[in-house]
């Protein structure tokens, strides 16, 4: 037995996400939910989806009476998270929902409400929590297998634009929803920094107790009117440990570094979607790429095949403590100030 899975929402990502799962063992794609027609077309005869598990954002409620659908993957812009991870809820169904969780602390904790009020499980798409590498990372760090870590250098970014030429761009298309505050919740703190933010904490296995933050210089104003192009933040946690987190629309970076008392460990890169490159002070850290939403998808599945819980790492409780984080750097990029997370 499989879990079947509808994904809701067909953008580029969900496109990643179905061919992965293509040959995975524990979970199946079932159904669609979309509002453009021409997609539920092509991804019908890609995906030899019945045309009874396909519904568009209006119809999507009727998934209650669908009995071969058990699972919903919710692919959308980071504002819709919330409101389609609880219609899937109320319609019994377990939901995953992409990162970030939802854009504020509010709308985190009332889609955990609304799952345990209807006894599915949330789980968030935190896909690097299955690779290889980074569960290395996380071991060389909790097990503190160079001493205790003291400092975390995280940086992820991506140039999304050409400075010289400046090409004009519509923010409010729906193709640039990420620079479209109410739709993204933020820039790429919520989209990339997430990860750096992520990858400190599961290197140290702390929670952050303090930050301070700076938004970088704004190249385009246009673009990044309404959400920043660069941020850079520092989080402190409860060992002593630093760590310095940076994150942009306008350069390109990639890279994690660890110094820990008797060594030290780093990918470049290591955030992306592989393959890594990675080595530690004793020598390289390398392991073969995998289908990281296809690992996630199996063990995800499996547990809900087991009747199992999910394990705390990827719930909506993690979701809702990264959002917690974001809240407060965006909080001291805007005061200059030092925000407590105690
Ligand atoms: P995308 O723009 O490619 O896809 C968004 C989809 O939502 C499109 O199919 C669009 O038609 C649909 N949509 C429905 N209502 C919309 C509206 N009002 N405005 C705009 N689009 C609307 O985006 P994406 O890159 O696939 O990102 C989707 C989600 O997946 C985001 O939350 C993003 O953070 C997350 N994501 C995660 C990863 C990862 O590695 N885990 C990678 C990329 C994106």
Known sequence: KKINLAICGLGIYAN??????????????????????????????????????????????EIINNKDIDMVYV??????HKEFVIRS??????????????????ECEEMIKAC????????????????????????LGQE????????????????????IAKTPVDINSPANWRLNKKLSGGGPLM???????????????????????????????????????????????PSGAMANGNTSCGYNIDRTYASADYGSFELSPGLSYGPYEGKTSKGPLKFPPIKQQQKQLDEISKLLLENKQLPNHITGEEGLKDIKIINAIYKAAETGKKVSLS
């Open 16 to 61: 990643i996400v179905a061919e992965s799962m293509q040959g995975s063992e524990y979970c199946h794609l079932a159904g669609i939910v979309t509002g453009t027609p021409s997609k539920a077309v092509k991804w019908k005869d890609r995906y030899n989806i019945p045309e009874k598990n396909i519904y568009n954002y209006e119809n999507f409620d």
């Open 75 to 80: 692919i959308l812009p980071n504002s819709l």
């Open 89 to 106: 809820a109320k319609a019994g169904k377990h939901v995953i929902t992409e990162k970030p969780m939802a854009i504020n602390v509010k």
């Open 116 to 139: 345990n009020d209807n006894k599915v499980q949330l789980a968030i798409g935190y896909r690097l929590h299955y690779e290889p590498t980074h569960l290395e990372i996380k071991r």
């Open 144 to 163: 503190k297998v160079f001493g205790q870590v003291r400092y975390i250098e995280s940086s992820l970014g991506y140039k999304t634009y050409d400075t």
């Open 191 to 237: 989209d990339l920094g997430i990860y750096c933010i992520q990858a400190s904490r599961y290197i140290l296995g702390e929670e952050p107790i303090s930050v301070t933050a700076q938004f970088g210089t704004i190249n385009d104003k246009n673009r990044f009117s309404e959400t920043e192009e660069s941020i850079s933040w520092q989080m402190k946690f």
